[in-house]
């Protein structure tokens, strides 16, 4: 967080305006400087750090156990994947072999917050377009997953379900039964989302063309999840480097054409469905056995190892240098969101205030997670 | 893998210290060693290849800081990682007019460890207040500092961890 | 100028969709509830703050052995545990287990940890209070008070 | 009482004091009930409950509210200028009055009947734009400029079609007078059963949304944009006049829609209308029309400031134009 900011207006027609720390747009403490000519953006500078907690100082100075709590902290609206990443890292690490059916856990877990991420993404967008209603129909959605999960895992959105070696506790029939009642149920209700915001012709107008994405932007910046694909990228950490038994499944990689907002937007909507497809396939398959390798605590050894996961907002990726003790000497957190909004500044430039507030919201940002 | 063979054979021409790793172990498959000069070349190279930036970051180790970078690729699984020695003073050259992306996380670099990135622009604080300018929080202690040779994978070394000596009172309370 | 009548037509006719969609929800039943006086039923599962366990039901005696586990491996540091050696009785006696909610991130470590499964999740939600003295739980006490 | 009756009738300022005080009571109430409205059916159409907390089913709620705002410190920016920024809310509500004042609510119940009715309402509704255009600027804040300038160009723009298509109405009547126009749809012949007309009512509601500042023409207020809008910096009963002017902006243009177009206080079908049955047809059809702009407003997300601008330009205007040209050329045909 810097108070100067690096415009120096001379131009008198030009004017600071802060859009935020406390804005209903910037989803959380994250402030904008924009530099104003009318009502047109002619400069932007965002500003990081309001909520900023020094998680990687807290992973030096506690054993890598001990951070793990942490990393659903992050991300609290789609915490399992930051917690998958984190102990797929020391498994990779320390060559921990993880029961298959932990691993079907983990990947019906993760995606069930994945489409409980995206509904929220999508009814905050929505929202951020001056619609209140679809926010309120996700949250409704939303409300089974996290009730599901909550039977399951005992928490409601920051859940640290995952143990290196496995999961915590296995699932019952009652969840399976649940999350299937669950898939019936929310297919039925993506055509409404449909009806109501994919075709309406105001939602299409504010968003067709709006904070064009190209993919060698995406490049330069390290964009990634729907905000890579929306611009017709095919790149999923989920198919491109599987972990975990994503190679087992069969589902597609919703991509757009024109990396537009609305192209954003709709790469969300339809990987709902591919999330369901997902969960479907690993509840058919589920196969028996324990849910947790028996448990040891170790010392990291020495060196480094990395490890990325795909989570609701692009690729995570966490790169931890061991030194042969039980506290990681370092551990970087790379989160999706940090690189998509850097790329603001270059996308928005010169944008109306309307198209921002538009673009910005179809990045799906999560600030906690920014700011770490 | 055509594609990893294909930046393999790139990056030894242009006489990068690159090795393939072994990717169930460290989680990316091609480890460049660089040195201070090399770096804006190397992402320059990576560029071209259709890399994309994943983070850029730093090590507190005894000679100085050691800046990791890490690229992945859209098509193919490629992540390559790539370490470079910052020299005695702290500074590395920047990537950020090459990469966009890499401002925030030099800018962020810069907070934690005061890496100075010579030719960046714009190093105001990022993620610190700027009261916080000189804090460096990452720094480490004396104590805990080690070499840089202690935090390099050995090549060929047990994957395993070391299960950790019991404490007394574990041991009470097993008994 | 075909297209200006189509872009009113298909505009208008979406407009017209997302009234229908709307309209249905006022038909369909409210799916919120009015909180206080009326309460879903939360799941038995439920990982609230950390409870000590009975020996068994009719004895309000605990199973801990003041191993410290729990304590140590706790990453925000709330729990204290102190134990005393008694004579005539086998290992330490706990005499301190106080547990600091507010530092808590129920992250179960605590539970996992402990060998002789003395620790458990307690189910209550509701937990509000005036000060932050009021969450320094004193589980033993706690315990005896069930 | 006969005394009080006399003095009444006597001093005819006396007269017009109560019968504006009267008024202002039917614009507060009108904002309760409104606002009341407008909470329930948002909640229905979102699945929740909306106000239940007081009263039954919570309708104390707006009074509730109403009591608070009152009670509220009424907050002046440092640097704001303080006579505009207290004369804005004042100068919003006051012509809500007015016009109040000039709606026939039956054959026999209106406050003032004016043979220019029409051009008077119109006249008097222009005044809104000012207030915001004042609340605006004088709050010294950007975000509320914002919001006070897209107003003015927006409700500049959306005069013109609200004119175009009354026009057409008024061209079919040869009258300026409400009381003629509603007298000329007696029966079941509401205007807005002719084709061209109800081309002209379609046209009207939507730029008369526009013109009240209501979904998904906010842009004044559009909250993710500028926080606020132009009231951001109102807190206390300053927000509470520009809330109340809102509701009864509304209810003024649905009785206009009602009044021109839906044959005011005449009942369907020829059904009796006395003074009391007048006035309940028109009020349910106003409420109905209301009814349906808060619909309206629940389901659709914002229109950007330049799409608000090609609405008018580009469809409504000539629609409505076109529109006047065939009901000019009808009237003179037959």
């Known amino acids: 967080m810097s108070t100067m900011t690096k415009f120096e207006t001379t131009d008198k027609h030009r004017f600071l305006l802060n859009m935020g720390p406390q804005h209903p747009a910037t989803h959380g403490v994250l402030r904008v400087i924009l530099e104003m000519d009318g009502e047109y953006a002619m400069g932007i500078d965002p500003v990081l750090g309001y909520g900023h907690r020094m998680q990687e100082k807290m992973a030096e100075s506690r054993t890598w156990p001990g951070f793990y709590p942490n990393t659903g902290r992050m991300d609290y609206v789609g915490a399992m994947p930051f917690n998958h990443g984190y102990v797929a890292l020391i498994e990779r690490m320390a060559g921990i072999e993880v029961p298959e059916r932990a691993e079907y856990i983990r990947v019906i877990t993760s995606e069930m917050n994945r489409i409980a991420s995206h509904l929220l993404g999508i009814g905050a967008y929505v929202l951020d377009l001056g619609a209140f209603t679809p926010i309120l129909y996700a949250f409704d959605d939303r409300e089974d997953i996290l009730d599901a999960l909550e039977d399951i895992t005992g928490s409601r959105l920051t859940y640290c379900y995952y143990r290196v070696g496995g999961v915590l506790k296995d699932i019952d029939d009652t969840f399976i039964k649940r999350t299937r009642a669950f898939i019936e149920n929310f297919r039925k209700r993506i055509p409404m989302y449909n009806d109501l915001v994919t075709g309406n012709v105001i939602f299409i107008k504010r968003t067709e063309g709006v904070g064009i994405i190209t993919a060698d932007m995406a490049r330069r910046y390290g964009a990634t999840g729907p905000t890579l694909r929306g611009s017709g990228i095919a790149y999923d950490i989920r198919k491109s480097e599987p972990y975990s038994v994503y190679s087992h499944f069969d589902f597609d990689i919703p991509t757009g054409k024109n990396g537009d907002s609305l192209d954003r937007y709709y790469v969300r909507i339809c990987e709902l469905e591919q999330s369901l497809r997902i969960i479907e396939q690993a509840l058919d398959k589920l196969p028996d056995g324990p849910v947790l390798a028996k448990p040891k605590r170790a010392k990291l050894q020495e060196g480094d190892c990395s490890f990325s996961v795909e989570t609701a907002r692009g690729v995570l990726t966490y790169y931890l240098v061991g030194d042969g003790s039980e506290v990681p000497y370092k551990l970087k957190i790379r989160v999706p969101s940090y690189s998509n909004l850097s790329l603001l500044e270059e996308m928005c430039t010169g944008m109306l205030i309307a198209d921002l507030v538009s673009a910005m919201g179809s990045l799906d940002l999560v600030i906690p997670e920014i700011d770490r | ?175 | 100028m075909s297209g200006y009548f189509r872009d009113i037509y298909t505009g208008g006719k979406s407009l017209l969709i997302g009234l229908g969609v709307t309209f249905k929800a006022i038909i369909k039943p409210v799916v919120t509830v009015q909180y206080p006086r009326e309460k879903i039923d939360v799941t038995p599962n439920i990982r609230g703050h950390i409870e000590l366990v009975r020996f068994d039901e009719n004895d309000s005696r605990h199973n801990c052995l003041v191993c410290g586990m729990c304590a140590k491996n706790c990453p925000c540091g709330c729990l204290t545990v102190e134990g005393e050696k008694r004579e005539g009785v086998k290992g330490k006696v706990l005499t301190v287990f106080d547990y600091d909610f507010t530092k808590c991130s129920l992250c179960g470590i605590c539970v996992e940890s402990c060998s002789r499964t003395a620790l458990t999740f307690s189910s209550e939600y509701e937990l509000a209070g005036f000060s932050r003295q009021e969450f320094h739980f004193d589980l033993i006490k706690r315990l005896e008070g069930k | 009482m006969q005394q009080i009756i006399d003095l009444i009738q006597t001093y005819s300022l006396l007269r017009m004091l109560i019968a504006f005080l009267v008024l202002i009571g039917i614009v507060f109430l009108n904002a309760i009930v409104m606002g009341y409205l407008e909470r329930k059916i948002a909640a229905r159409i979102q699945r929740r409950w909306g106000p239940m907390e007081i009263g039954v089913q919570g309708w104390l709620q707006m009074i509730l509210d109403g009591v608070k705002m009152l009670a509220k410190q009424l907050i002046v920016p440092r640097d704001a200028d303080r006579f505009l920024f207290r004369l804005a809310p004042l100068l919003c509500f006051t012509p809500v009055v007015m016009i109040f004042a000039a709606l026939p609510f039956s054959k026999a119940l209106y406050g003032i009947n004016l043979h220019i009715g029409l051009i008077y309402i119109i006249a008097m509704a222009s005044i809104n734009v000012f207030a915001i255009l004042i609340a605006g600027w004088s709050s010294n804040n950007k975000y509320s400029m914002f919001g006070a300038m897209r107003s003015v160009a927006q409700n500049i723009a959306y005069e013109i079609p609200i004119l175009l298509s009354l026009l057409s109405v008024v061209l079919t009547t040869a009258s300026f007078d409400l009381q003629k126009i509603v007298e000329a749809q007696s029966g079941w012949l509401w205007f807005a059963v002719y084709p061209n007309l109800f081309v002209a009512f379609v046209i009207y509601l939507i730029a008369g949304c526009a013109e009240t500042n209501r979904a998904p023409f906010d842009l004044p207020e559009a909250e993710s944009e500028l926080t606020a809008g132009f009231h951001t910096e109102y807190s206390g009963f300053g927000f509470g006049l520009f809330a109340v002017a809102e509701y009864g902006n509304l209810f003024i243009m649905a009785s206009i829609a009602s009044i021109m177009f839906l044959g005011g206080w005449n009942g369907p079908f020829g059904l009796a209308s006395g003074p009391l049955m007048g006035a309940f047809w028109f009020l349910s059809k106003v409420f109905v029309l209301m009814l349906v702009m808060i619909w309206v407003r629940w389901t659709y997300p914002r229109v950007r400031f330049d799409q608000l601008m090609n609405l008018a330009w580009k469809y409504l205007i000539p629609f409505s134009l076109v529109n006047l040209l065939i009901t000019a050329f009808l009237v003179k045909m037959i």
Not at chain 2, 30 to 44: G, H, I, M, N
Not at chain 2, 49 to 59: E, K, L, M, T
Not at chain 2, 143 to 168: Q, W, Y
Request: aromatic residues 10%; proline residues 2%.
């Open chain 2, 1 to 175: 893998m055509s594609l990893m063979k294909n930046t393999l054979d790139i990056l030894k021409s242009g006489s990068f210290d690159v090795a393939e790793s072994d990717y169930k172990k460290c989680g990316y498959h091609l480890e460049v060693k660089l040195t201070e000069s090399q770096v804006r070349d190397f992402a320059q190279a990576m560029l071209d290849c259709g890399f994309y930036i994943d983070f850029v970051s730093a090590v507190h180790v005894t000679p100085c800081f050691q800046v990791v970078y890490q690229f992945a690729h859209f098509d193919e699984a490629c992540r390559i990682n790539a370490k470079a020695m910052a020299n005695a003073q702290g500074e590395i050259p920047t990537i950020c007019d090459i990469y966009h992306g890499a401002n925030w996380h030099e800018r962020e670099t810069h907070d934690f460890y005061g890496v100075v990135f010579t030719g960046h622009a714009d190093l105001r604080t990022l993620l610190l207040s700027e009261e916080d300018a000189d804090l460096k929080p990452l720094l480490k202690h004396a104590d805990k500092l080690v070499n840089v040779e202690t935090i390099t994978r050995k090549s060929g070394g047990d994957a395993e961890m070391k299960p950790v000596k019991k404490t007394k009172e574990e041991q009470t309370a097993a008994e």
